[in-house]
């Protein structure tokens, strides 16, 4: 059984999830947006205070809303870092991602030790995540599956009542609406999903809800 926790950091209200195995304690951190000290302490303290085990480090996408703290993590917890390749070019613009959205840059994230493939497995306790690649919003994008646990990490691809923007660098709208109809609208109704931003949803609601895929009759 995998629990999960949701923090909400910066300005960008940008969702980062911890997630766990029940019994092992092993840990993902998904999407480390911290980027102030109290953020950072916040994060530490859940992870000190529920006994859990770092284990990787994981980006969905590497927009800088969602790696500001990579390096924190990195640093304090020496775990592999997975990204995906296509998004690199976004980490070694990190400065110019801080200059367009005009805030301060916390330090620059690391690179990552791995790239992250369908074919990439990793373990939490007995349970292993499926890497659904879903570009579009950028061009690397993966969301991260949990078929026994139902539920998926849906970074920046899909929100509830929303989809991803495509006008920054990278992005590409039919890549977009083509991960969205192939990948996660084809996923049990009731796999709930966890956006980059925002609150949760499910599968379904969203076939039912969301205007931009409503509209679109995408499947
Ligand atoms: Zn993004």
Known sequence: MIKIKKFTFSSFAENTYL?????????????????ASYEEKELENFISSNKLSVKYLINTHCHIDHIFGCSFV?????????APKKDIPLIEHFDKQTE???????????????????DLKLKLGETEPVFLFTPGHTPGEYCIYFPDDKFCITGDVLFQNSIGRTDLWGGDYDA???????????????????????DESTIGDEKKYNPFLVELNLW
Do not use: R
């Open 19 to 35: 997630l766990w195995d029940e019994s092992s304690k092993e840990t993902m951190i998904i999407d480390p947006g911290c980027s």
């Open 74 to 82: 990195k640093e304090k917890y020496k775990v592999p870092y997975y």
């Open 100 to 118: 367009f959205v005009e805030i301060e840059a916390t330090a620059k994230p690391p690179l990552p030790d791995n790239f992250i493939t369908e």
């Open 176 to 198: 977009l609406l083509q991960s969205i109809k192939t990948k996660l609208l084809t996923l049990p109704d009731d796999t709930i999903i966890y956006p980059g931003h925002g």
